[in-house]
């Protein structure tokens, strides 16, 4: 009997102290460390505090977005131009004859978001397996196309019998080197492999590889086109936008979504409302107003006058003469000069703008753009006197 009590007290001390010890916790999506003393209790409240956790990160995550990123498109259909494009890539789906793909135009023309739409469309579960993004940021040379694209299109998923897809978006940055070395693994891996280049500039792409894609332009958007939409991200974001303002984002877009998508972010961050004049001074550019008073200088005041005039005007401004030059040449068309008078004009005001982008005096090319409007007026008048 003694034995018997001295072998059961020992258990049961044992017992009592692992009930005793703590139990250790550790939340690797918190990357925190809690001390609990009852197992069943901790082990709900631990997953319960996890959860929300997580979903507000989300939630944060989405409303850190640029619009430009939050807003883009996640299937074809959402796409608001170039329905044609669109749906011509749409048939080649359907028919599973999709080519190597080639998009070009102008920046924020909604080539990387179609691509990107038609991916994502293609690939809904295995996106990250079958598809190769590179972009202007990575390295362009030959030594990528030997080693990282060509590893990546010689293998082929083992339960997935879709082909895969590689975007080069900027690829007029390629060097001709790589460019040369690309043709070859879009001809040996066509069975394998899509390929999608994107660029700004068509010439930059060497004509072999052009042969070997189906070319698409992405042109300038319309205001009509590029309306609705911004409209539907003024409704998502509660901001509030006159007419005048909306206007003003168009007109200094020039056809670019993403161009706009900013100007309404930063203008929407910086005032309350956005109107005409918080555009135009959020974005640094001259207003029509500005554009108006600066124009009827050029015509009417006297040389020197007119100099000194627009310098410090736009030395109080703070605006550039590359953006006058810009603005005063829509003026410019309209302007009721003789067609030969208007064809000099607009001559010499590109060769200004020409030598300002090389980096030259804005005073001597102010100077020239004010001497070439003197003489565009005297011609004028010395015609409209002979006829």
Same mark, same amino acid.
């Given at each position: 009997m003694p034995a018997e009590t001295e072998s059961d007290t020992p258990m049961e001390t044992n017992t009592a102290n692992?009930?005793?010890?703590?139990? &250790?916790?550790?939340?690797?999506s918190d990357a925190e460390i809690t001390v609990v003393?009852?197992?069943?209790?901790?082990?709900t409240t631990t997953t319960a505090s996890i959860a929300p956790k997580n979903k507000l990160a989300k939630v944060t995550d989405l409303n850190l977005l640029p619009w430009v990123e939050k807003y883009r498109p996640a299937v074809l259909g959402d796409l608001i131009s170039h329905q044609d494009i669109t749906s011509t890539i749409q048939k080649f789906i359907d028919m599973d004859q999709l080519p190597h793909l080639l998009f070009y135009g102008p920046p924020g023309t909604g080539k990387t978001s179609t691509i990107l739409a038609l991916v994502k469309q293609l690939y809904p579960r295995d996106y990250q397996s079958q598809v190769l993004e590179l972009n202007a940021s990575d390295d362009r040379g030959i030594g990528v196309v030997r080693e990282r694209i060509v590893g990546f299109a010689s293998t082929r998923t083992m339960f997935n019998k879709k082909f895969k897809? &590689?975007?080069l978006d900027e690829a007029d940055a390629m060097t001709n080197d790589a460019q040369n070395a690309l043709r070859r693994v879009m001809e040996k891996y066509t069975e394998n492999t899509r390929f999608c280049l994107i660029c700004n500039y068509l010439s930059k792409i060497i004509p072999a590889i052009q042969s070997r894609c189906t070319r698409f332009r992405f042109g300038p958007l319309t205001a009509e086109q590029m309306m609705p939409r911004i409209r539907h991200v003024i409704e998502s974001e509660k901001v509030t936008v006159t007419e005048e303002g909306l206007n003003a984002i168009l007109s200094l877009a020039t056809g670019d979504m993403r161009r706009s998508l900013n100007i309404l972010q930063s203008c929407a961050t910086a005032y309350k409302t956005v109107d005409e004049e918080s555009v135009y001074v959020c974005t640094?550019?001259?207003?029509?107003?500005?554009?108006n008073t600066i124009v009827q200088w050029l015509l009417n005041k006297e040389f020197s006058a007119c100099v000194d005039g627009i310098f410090d005007f736009c030395s109080t401004k703070g605006y550039s003469l590359q953006d006058i030059i810009t603005q005063v040449h829509l003026y410019c068309v309209k302007i009721d000069f003789p067609h030969a008078v208007k064809c000099k004009l607009l001559s010499k005001m590109a060769d200004i703008e020409e030598r300002l982008l090389a980096g030259a005096s804005e005073f001597l090319q102010l100077t020239a753009l004010v001497a070439s409007f003197t003489t565009a007026r005297h011609e004028a008048i010395e015609l409209a006197a002979a006829s």
């Open positions: 692992e009930a005793q010890e703590d139990i &250790v916790v550790v939340s690797s003393s009852e197992p069943s209790k901790s082990e897809f &590689v975007i640094g550019n001259p207003s029509k107003q500005d554009i």
